[in-house]
């Protein structure tokens, strides 16, 4: 292997590591972009109560929380949301969503 041989290469892997570096700003700017998309339309859709319990949720289950965002601005885009949805609103709608918790009761014998 020649000098002009590690060049070329070198040349070829540092072309393709700022091509993978270009991709991976665009994908950033399109989930950014979508990110702000959703926010404008919960904003919309809910009240600033509603909207700040979805926010509290987020940070305790986030695909919980996005999923519930996901589908209420589906339902907005399908014409479904008439008004905004208040807290207690929200609550409800939360509870519909959140799967059954189930117990367990242990027992000792003897």
């Known amino acids: 292997m020649g000098d002009d041989e590690l060049a070329e290469i070198r040349r070829r892997k540092m072309a393709e590591m700022q091509q ?3 991709i991976q700003q665009q994908e950033m700017e399109r989930q ?3 990110e702000a998309q959703m926010q404008m339309a919960l904003m919309q859709i809910l009240e600033p109560e ?6 509290t949720i ?3 289950r986030p695909d919980f929380a996005r ?3 996901q589908q209420l601005v589906m339902l907005a885009q399908n014409g479904r949301i008439k008004s905004k949805i208040s807290d207690d609103q929200l609550k409800v709608i939360l509870q519909q969503v959140t799967p059954a918790k189930r117990e367990f009761n242990i027992r000792r014998k003897g």
């Not at 509603?50 to 926010?55: F, G, M, T, V």
Request: aromatic share 6%.
């Open 50 to 55: 509603a909207r700040e319990r979805l926010n």
């Open 20 to 22: 993978q570096a270009a």
């Open 58 to 60: 987020k940070l305790t």
């Open 32 to 34: 950014q972009q979508y």
């Open 67 to 69: 999923a519930v965002e």
